[in-house]
């Protein structure tokens, strides 16, 4: 029965008070204990398996109380009474039901039925090939076709450079013009935080594209997946400069060393290929620029491993610019008085000065490459770095076999890492006047940065270091509900194979009629709408917004939810017609489970290390909250995080990084109590205008939060509302669809 139990999607349970009653007492060697933790435990995630549907059967006893375990009701609310289900007879002879009994339970058996009859096409393996298949075409038109040891989990790492297609059509066809992509193309904004399947690398990819050639030199894009992190940030050319560096006691700033060579060095190599594609010649080499034997060899080499500047080895670069940083720092220390302690850190603090080390890196002609910049007039760099989140992971891996105390110390070196480069960015866009290095810094200004951080490290930084990075110094990618429609437009026109034409985008501006227009000619069986389920009473939403409820308004998880959607009713096309609103309900439910367990608690885990034990606290809390019970629940608990002292214990902080994550809304009982926006409220992903003095007692009065609906199955939480929590409709999210 146990291995059964672990393998089957879905568990038909009849309960009785005996049952409850083994299972309340704990009886571990029990089997009907034994059957039931297994079930538990994949209900809570922590096998490779599927969550189970549980359709609870109330079998004997008084009532639902005395018979079904809490856990198991509350995964499935709806329990079917079958307790007059009784065959009547003989022996010898036929077992049969009288008149009213039947009367009476076949309509609930038939509801059984329907349930399991639903459960089995909605995870069948042809519905499970079907929605495998479309989330690949939705996440990379054009990519690698899939093979059968293709799993969803290695869909989800596809990236839209994986594509066959060329940009130029990605860009016509497939891509969604927000208003967030516009603004970038005419800012330098530098710094900008992503949450997983926001659309990162697509909107780098795309801004590169849109970089003109009479604009800019060529496109410096830095990717870190391809870099050996552990190898670059943790060689012994570094470990022989941090001693050094404790006379001054602060190692982030040999990182600001660093990160100043190696930018330096990207536009040396870009102005080089430049260079070359104006002068047509094979390899011009870096000599006419840099008359530094260190570098010039070096990058003379690099470039000759490189046809074009996409080929460009980085990763040797940033391992060069270690080495130099390293140099000079050892020059420096070297040169420094030793008569005594404190003459010799002013000597050392004296020489710390970005303008000398690019002098000494570049040698005297330092000036002869900036005479070449400003003789191509108004042209900049536009510098691309992105992609963390694989290379990134796998260093916190490895860490975490580590001594605590070896463990701590990377941590810090990785958080100081990127931490220096937020800094390095901010200072070139905007220059201290004061600082005696200002000039190095303007001389930066001919760089137009486009830095992508995964939002877990943007967090972790501005933990770290709460001055150095602000809300004001980053911008994060958010998308609005038509802009995510119309992607999810462009998405099922590739897969259906519906032509821009069909549509007849230059008379239809409206992203709604496009939307509905594209549906019935490409998938007419799409309903319009679905219903929220609170109590036993409907709540009626156009589907696309009960989609949304289920996201974090994020392009990967409105694609996650569709591919399924399409794949079930592409699956049933054909066959006798049926009502298809609980099958696409259901569904929309497992899929959540996964944008949960992969999406939020997968994209958190490496960063916030005791995410699970945290979560775990909420199981069977009420959805709507108050900030008093969520203070009992979280207070005593603290916020633990992979980089050393950023932890969080101080609740109203706890409450502003929920909120910040997506896991919390607000909205103010005030104007709930005055019958304005009752049931509406305020989460971070929706709108970046609403925020709060979490740490004011008499704001916090006012204050009533609410777990995103995401949560409501896998935290078996107690939907308390009157209606529930981000019930859309498009004119109020019209309203949020306003400029900034």
């Not at 459960?119 to 479309?134: C, F, K, L, M, T």
């Not at 790492?157 to 193309?185: I, M, N, P």
């Not at 001693?243 to 600001?256: A, P, S, T």
Request: hydrophobic content about 35%; glycine content about 4%.
């Amino acid at each position: 029965m146990n291995g059964t139990l672990r393998d089957c999607k879905c568990v038909l349970g009849l309960f009785g008070p005996g049952y409850k009653s083994r299972i309340d007492s704990t009886a571990e060697k029990s089997g009907a204990y034994q059957e039931y933790n297994t079930i538990v435990t994949r209900l809570h995630g922590k096998v490779g398996t599927a969550k189970p549907k549980v359709i609870p059967v109330l079998w004997a006893g008084e009532g639902i109380e005395d018979t079904v375990p809490d856990l198991l009701m509350s995964s499935n609310p709806i329990v079917t009474d079958l307790r007059k289900f009784r065959t009547l007879g003989q022996r010898h002879t036929a077992p049969f039901l009288p008149e009213k009994t039947k009367e009476d339970c076949y309509p609930k058996l038939d509801k059984i039925a329907e349930a399991l009859q639903m459960q089995e096409e909605i995870v069948s393996p042809e519905v499970e090939h079907i929605a495998r298949d479309n989330l690949h075409r939705m996440l990379s038109p054009g990519g690698d076709p899939l093979t059968e040891e293709t799993s969803v989990a290695d869909i989800l790492q596809v990236k839209y450079e994986h594509g066959k297609y060329d940009a130029e059509s990605f860009l016509e066809h497939y891509y969604t013009k927000t208003r967030f992509s516009k603004r970038l193309k005419f800012r330098n904004v530098g710094l900008i935080s992503g949450r997983k399947g926001s659309g990162k690398t697509t909107l780098v990819q795309i801004r590169e594209l849109e970089a003109e050639d009479s604009a800019f030199f060529p496109v410096i894009d830095v990717s870190v997946n391809s870099w050996n992190i552990h190898s670059l940030i943790q060689n012994t050319s570094f470990t022989q400069s941090e001693g050094d560096f404790n006379y001054i006691d602060l190692e982030v700033r040999f990182f600001d060393f660093v990160w100043s060579a190696f930018v330096s060095l990207s536009m040396a190599i870009s102005l080089t290929y430049h260079e070359r594609n104006r002068s047509g010649e094979a390899s011009p080499g870096v000599g006419r620029l840099l008359n530094s034997s260190f570098s010039a060899k070096t990058l003379d080499r690099l470039i000759g491993d490189a046809e074009t500047v996409d080929d460009f080895d980085y990763a040797a670069l940033f391992d060069h610019s270690v080495t130099a940083a390293r140099r000079y720092i050892q020059k420096i220390v070297d040169q420094a008085s030793s008569l005594d302690e404190e003459s010799f850190k002013q000597d050392v603090l004296k020489g710390i000065s970005i303008r000398k080390f690019l002098f000494d890196l570049f040698g005297n002609e330092f000036n002869k490459m900036k005479s070449a910049i400003y003789e191509n007039g108004n042209k900049r760099f536009l510098f691309c770095f992105d992609r963390f989140d694989t290379e990134i992971q796998q260093y916190r891996k490895i860490d975490a076999q580590m001594d605590e105390k070896v463990k701590k110390r990377r941590s810090e070196r990785e958080v100081n890492w990127l931490s220096s480069l937020t800094v390095f960015v901010n200072r070139t866009l905007r220059p201290d006047q004061l600082a005696h290095d200002r000039d190095i810094y303007e001389y930066f200004a001919h760089v137009k940065f486009l830095v992508v951080l995964p939002f877990d490290r943007i967090e972790e930084i501005r933990r770290n270091q709460r001055d150095s990075i602000s809300s004001e110094t980053v911008e994060e990618i958010r998308w609005q509900p038509k802009e995510l429609l119309t992607m999810l437009r462009k998405r099922i026109q590739v897969l259906y194979g519906v032509k821009d034409d069909a549509i007849d985008k230059t008379k239809i501006k409206d992203a709604l009629k496009r939307f509905e227009i594209c549906r019935s000619m490409a998938c007419p069986q799409l309903p319009d709408e679905s219903h929220v389920m609170l109590g036993n009473k409907p709540f009626k939403m156009d589907l696309f917004l009960y989609v949304l409820r289920h996201t974090l308004f994020r392009p990967r998880d409105i694609l996650i939810h569709y591919a399924s959607i399409l794949a079930y009713l592409e699956s049933v096309k054909g066959r006798a017609p049926r009502d298809i609103t609980e099958p696409i309900r259901e569904i929309i439910s497992q899929e959540t489970q996964k944008i949960v367990e992969y999406e939020f608690v997968g994209e958190l885990r490496d960063t916030w290390t005791n995410i699970d034990d945290v979560l775990k606290l909420f199981m069977g809390s009420e959805q709507v909250i108050s900030a008093k019970n969520l203070e009992q629940i979280i207070g005593p608990i603290d916020f633990k995080f992979y980089h050393h002292g950023s932890d969080l214990t101080k609740f109203s902080h706890k409450l502003e990084f929920l909120y910040g994550i997506g896991f919390l809304g607000f909205r103010s009982t005030r104007q709930a109590g005055a019958g304005k926006n009752q049931n509406w409220f305020n989460f971070d992903f929706m709108t970046s205008q609403a925020r709060l003095p979490f740490d004011s007692d008499a704001v916090m009065r006012h204050i009533e939060f609410a777990i995103h609906p995401i949560f409501v199955e896998s935290l078996y939480l107690s939907t308390n509302h009157k209606k529930p929590v981000l019930l859309f409709d498009w004119r109020k999210l019209d309203e949020l669809d306003r400029p900034d």
